[in-house]
């Protein structure tokens, strides 16, 4: 989640956004959602961190592009496809 944070906080920087904060929630909920192979427990860490419903789709967006791009794979060799 730390390296999610960072690559969000990477990404508001170069692009120069105001709302650091939402980039810094949804990076570390993407890296949560595709490491785990967790994309629902991501979105819901991120409406619970935040409390804005409108923080949802990004954060949803997030989660769904670093799935496509991590597929079936994990960080914890327990998980199961």
Do not use: C, K, N
Not at 60 to 77: D, E, I, K, Q, Y
Request: glycine content about 10%; charged content about 10%; aromatic content about 6%.
């Amino acid at each position: 989640m730390a390296t999610g944070a960072v690559i969000g906080r990477l990404f508001a920087d170069a692009v120069r956004l105001d709302d650091l904060a939402l980039f810094v929630i949804v990076g570390a909920a993407a890296m949560l959602g595709a490491g785990y192979a967790v994309p629902l427990t991501a979105v819901v860490f991120v409406a619970e961190y935040t409390g804005e419903a409108t923080i949802i789709v990004p954060g949803l967006l997030a989660v769904a592009a670093t799935r496509v791009v991590v597929g079936s794979r994990s960080v914890s060799p327990a998980q199961r496809p």
